[in-house]
């Protein structure tokens, strides 16, 4: 009861109402008896939803809590930063950039070490050849009118053979590079 006059009825009167009314004969007797009931449930009560009584901590409920809470702040912020790279994947990053970094400078090496030597074997070829192999009065005649087909071959024969050298040196590379990762 409170101040005013007003009946509460708890939560779990209700189920017990509700089969007392259901499950009532309808003799005459208790008939009555089920309509001053209703009445009074209707008229001078409300439903009151009290919380249940509290329970008395104790110590190890109280660490379950505090070791419930943490496990539950480390799994929202596992879900916050799953997108983060971690360690592992920069040191896949990193391994990807050094096979990168050697494949481009395999690459150049191939394209420009033969390019550069057979440049090269042209002049120095070209000079040698005029001065051992050829007359005096050709060479002043020649000067600035035609290519010299000995030199062309002589370079283009020399950056073919730097080629193969660049490959066979690529070759023991990968091979090594094999076994030290195995």
């Given at each position: 009861n409170n101040n005013d006059g007003t009946a509460f009825l708890p939560l779990a009167g209700v189920p017990a109402l509700k089969f007392l009314i259901t499950n009532s004969t309808s003799s005459t007797s208790t008939s009555p008896l089920l309509q001053t009931l209703e009445t009074t449930l209707l008229t001078q009560t409300t439903l009151s939803f009290s919380p249940p009584p509290l329970k008395t901590t104790t110590p190890a409920y109280q660490k379950r809590l505090q070791r419930l809470r943490l496990h539950d702040e480390e799994r929202s912020y596992k879900s916050l930063t799953t997108n983060?790279?971690?360690?592992?994947?920069?040191?896949?990053?990193?391994?990807?950039?050094k096979s990168m970094m050697y494949a481009t400078s395999v690459g150049l090496n191939m394209v420009v070490a033969p390019i550069t030597?057979?440049?090269f074997m042209y002049f120095f070829a070209g000079s040698i050849f005029s001065r051992f192999f050829d007359d005096p009065e050709e060479l002043e005649d020649a000067r600035g009118s035609a290519v010299d087909v000995r030199r062309v071959i002589?370079?283009?024969?020399?950056?073919?053979?730097?080629?193969?050298?660049?490959?066979?040196?690529?070759?023991?590379?990968?091979d090594t590079l094999d076994s030290a990762v195995r």
């Open positions: 983060l790279k971690t360690a592992a994947s920069l040191k896949d990053d990193n391994v990807t950039a030597f057979g440049t002589a370079g283009v024969v020399s950056g073919v053979f730097m080629l193969f050298v660049e490959m066979i040196l690529f070759v023991i590379r990968s």
